[in-house]
């Protein structure tokens, strides 16, 4: 199936052999498609982008499907001329026929047992150690806050330390009772100014 279509032995379109001693050996699954589309005036492009032009790839699938031949067709490439669209197209095909291999893991350059052991740090005298303290708290402190020698401190309640509000009159609506409290919040402002 691969036979039938062209090989990267081929000449260049454009002049030249395809085959270049520095890139990588072409990958045994893929290929191109035996004619490629040429390059077709872009309507909406720049003078950068006059000429438009695809690929069409192919590669073998995996595992069950290793016999079946995937088509691929690439996004648009644009170029300037007719003469560089048919150069992207080329080097996109050669670029996917002729994949970069893969990283592999570097090898240590010298053997293990050449590598020194890291020195360690000998532990300090049992003179110089500070003496262990208990954690967590303890009987006569209140319990950790926020700082470092936190000691709780028992507050009086809350309704003790907020002012009691007006007595309540028998027989007033609701709104009536919030207009005598804003009333009565208003006046204790006004005091606590005249105290301060």
């Known amino acids: 199936m691969l036979s039938a279509l062209s090989s990267?032995?081929?000449p260049h379109p454009l002049g030249g052999a395809a085959a270049q001693p520095s890139r990588p050996p072409r990958h045994p699954g893929r290929c191109e498609g035996a004619e490629q589309s040429e390059p077709t005036p872009n309507p909406t492009g720049s003078l950068t982008q006059a000429r438009r032009v695809k690929a069409l790839v192919g590669r073998l699938g995996t595992g069950r499907a290793a016999t079946v031949l995937k088509w691929e067709i690439t996004p648009w490439?644009?170029?300037?001329?007719?003469?560089a669209a048919l150069e992207r197209q080329r080097d996109y095909i050669e670029g996917y026929l002729h994949p970069k291999p893969r990283a592999t893991a570097?090898?240590?350059s010298a053997p293990a047992d050449a590598v020194q052991p890291r020195p360690q740090r000998a532990a300090a005298p049992r003179d110089l150690a500070e003496p262990s303290?208990?954690?967590g708290p303890q009987p006569g402190h209140g319990r950790p806050g926020p700082g470092?020698?936190?000691i709780y401190e028992p507050t009086r309640p809350i309704?003790?330390?907020l002012d009691p509000g007006p007595e309540p009159t028998q027989g007033e609506n609701w709104l009536?009772?919030?207009?005598?409290?804003k009333k009565w919040k208003t006046d204790r402002i006004a005091e606590l100014e005249r105290q301060v």
Do not use: D, I
């Not at 490439?77 to 003469?83: G, I, L, T, Y």
């Open 77 to 83: 490439m644009f170029a300037p001329s007719r003469e």
């Open 106 to 108: 570097r090898k240590p």
């Open 8 to 10: 990267a032995s081929e």
């Open 148 to 150: 470092r020698g936190h």
């Open 159 to 161: 309704e003790e330390q």
């Open 176 to 181: 009536q009772r919030l207009a005598r409290e």
């Open 133 to 135: 303290r208990p954690r």
